[in-house]
């Protein structure tokens, strides 16, 4: 993966905007933080294979953090924190936020084909 840049991840959003595609969308602190702090509460939430067809996307942020966000006919999916990103030999979008120590905090993926396991 490489670091957010606007423009490209902005013509690959249009690229699959009015399609029937596949999202994944993960987030988490997952056991780092009761690892650190017993005191911490853990959250997460994670879909895998959400059939969707988006109006629009948009990518907005700035000094490294962005905001990713689907219209859908009836609301909105968005990931925020998303700080990097791939185009995979899938033609996959693939997004990512990681902390300073590389742990996932959050996940937005979208594809034409469901995601396998």
Do not use: C
């Not at 006919?73 to 185009?87: F, K, P, R, S, T």
């Not at 990512?96 to 993926?109: F, K, Q, S, T």
Request: aromatic share 10%; net charge negative; hydrophobic share 40%.
């Amino acid at each position: 993966m490489e670091p957010i840049h606007i423009e490209e991840v902005q013509e690959q959003l249009d690229r699959l905007a009015n399609k029937e595609v596949y999202v994944h969308l993960e987030t988490t602190n997952g056991a780092y933080a009761s690892h650190f702090n017993e005191n911490a509460y853990n959250v997460g939430a994670f879909i895998r294979n959400a059939k969707v067809n988006y109006l629009h996307g948009k990518i907005v942020g700035t000094n490294g953090t962005y905001r990713v966000g689907l219209k859908l006919d009836i609301g909105w999916v968005y990931a925020e924190g998303v700080n990097q990103w791939e185009l995979d030999e899938q033609e996959r979008l693939l997004m990512a936020g990681h902390d300073r120590e590389g742990r996932l905090m959050v996940a937005l993926e979208i594809s034409e084909q469901p995601f396998k396991n």
